[in-house]
């Protein structure tokens, strides 16, 4: 079994940083693509940024300049540094990774979501 645990979300003022964390624990080989998503009330479920294994990063273009996506393979963890954060950056924060199993098989796991709130 794999989890994915994030942390790090939270209440914050317009213009201030968060940092959020998602680490993956459980029968992994190896991990290839990590990504951030998130879903605001009433919309979709959006791309944020992705990580791959070589890290080769993309970003949504809403956080480009802002969002700093970052992983540390030792510990099969990823990172999310936002900067300058903005009451539209409101959500539900996902972390999700593209795991090998030893059999071979990858499959897509979900962490559990984190809430950031931007406001005065």
């Known amino acids: 079994q794999v989890q994915l645990v994030e942390s790090g979300g939270g209440l914050v003022q317009p213009g201030r940083s968060l940092r959020l964390s998602c680490a993956a624990s459980?029968?992994?080989?190896?991990?290839?693509?990590m990504g951030w998503y998130r879903q605001a009330p009433g919309k979709e479920r959006e791309l944020v940024a992705r990580?791959?294994?070589?890290?080769?990063?993309n970003y949504a273009d809403s956080v480009k300049g802002r969002f700093t996506i970052s992983r540390d393979n030792a510990k099969n963890t990823v990172y999310l540094q936002m900067n300058s954060l903005k009451p539209e950056d409101t959500a539900i924060y996902y972390c999700?990774?593209?795991?090998?199993?030893?059999?071979?098989?990858?499959?897509?796991?979900w962490g559990q979501g984190t809430q950031v709130t931007i406001s005065s």
């Open positions: 459980g029968s992994i080989f190896r991990i290839n693509t």
């Open positions: 999700n990774a593209d795991i090998q199993r030893s059999t071979g098989w990858i499959v897509t796991y």
């Open positions: 990580i791959t294994s070589g890290s080769s990063t």
